[in-house]
């Protein structure tokens, strides 16, 4: 299995809405990251998680929480969104930070009203 | 400041022709992937390269550590190759990826 799963696909919620975001992989790897994308641009890095520590905040909002419970789980809770944090959240891995290769997942597509 | 750019930014192309996109990077890498994205998609890694040439199908990657350059070919285009090309370099002194703002690819019919 080398996939990168991220649930739901699709995401629409309120200013006042409370949602997470959710990551899996099933590949042992001990490196997970989050990245949004904006329409045309290229992401840009959000989390890193290694070991299941945080070890890079990319001085993300506070709006956005992340959260790695187990080495195969990423989670990025939401919480008062503005409608500029509409993007594409994508989650990748790798089995290390110190490992070149990485794997991506789809993406959550996140509209915020 | 540690960049990654990438030409061309949009290109199109009749089907059947040979495509090249070009990307180019400051500092030294531990490794360069480069990535494929359908509109409203997510990411499909095609390549990851360190050095030399890697080929699947009819794309072909290259590197030269040297020139700090890549490129991705693809040979006998087709329609179902339009998608956004992005390079990601991962730098010698990080643990992170770097994007490079992507090739736009249209191939038409």
């Known amino acids: 299995d080398t996939e990168v799963t991220q649930t739901p696909k699709h995401l629409v919620m309120g200013m006042t809405n409370k949602k997470s975001l959710k990551c899996e992989q099933h590949?042992?790897?001990?490196?997970m990251y989050w990245y949004k994308q904006k329409a045309k641009k290229p992401p840009e890095l959000m989390f890193v998680?290694?070991?299941?520590?945080?070890?890079i905040n990319e001085s993300v909002p506070s709006r956005f929480s992340p959260e790695c419970p187990n080495s195969s789980l990423l989670n990025l809770h939401l919480h008062a969104l503005q409608p500029e944090d509409s993007a594409l959240y994508l989650c990748?891995?790798?089995?290390?930070?110190?490992?070149?290769?990485?794997?991506f997942g789809q993406g959550t597509r996140l509209t915020v009203v | 400041k540690n960049e990654v750019e990438q030409s061309p930014q949009n290109l199109t192309a009749q089907e059947g022709e040979f495509i090249t996109i070009n990307c180019s990077y400051s500092?030294?890498?531990?490794?360069l992937h480069w990535l494929q994205q359908h509109p409203g998609g997510g990411i499909v890694s095609l390549f990851m390269?360190?050095?030399g040439k890697k080929k699947h199908g009819r794309l072909i990657a290259t590197i030269n550590i040297q020139e700090k350059h890549s490129s991705l070919h693809i040979t006998a285009s087709h329609p179902r190759d339009s998608a956004v090309y992005i390079c990601a370099v991962r730098w010698d002194t990080g643990n992170q990826f770097y994007f490079g703002t992507g090739t736009s690819l249209t191939v038409i019919p």
């Open positions: 390269l360190s050095s």
């Open positions: 500092v030294g890498i531990s490794a």
């Open positions: 990748a891995s790798s089995q290390g930070v110190a490992y070149t290769e990485a794997f």
């Open positions: 998680y290694s070991y299941e520590k945080l070890s």
């Open positions: 590949m042992g790897h001990r490196a």
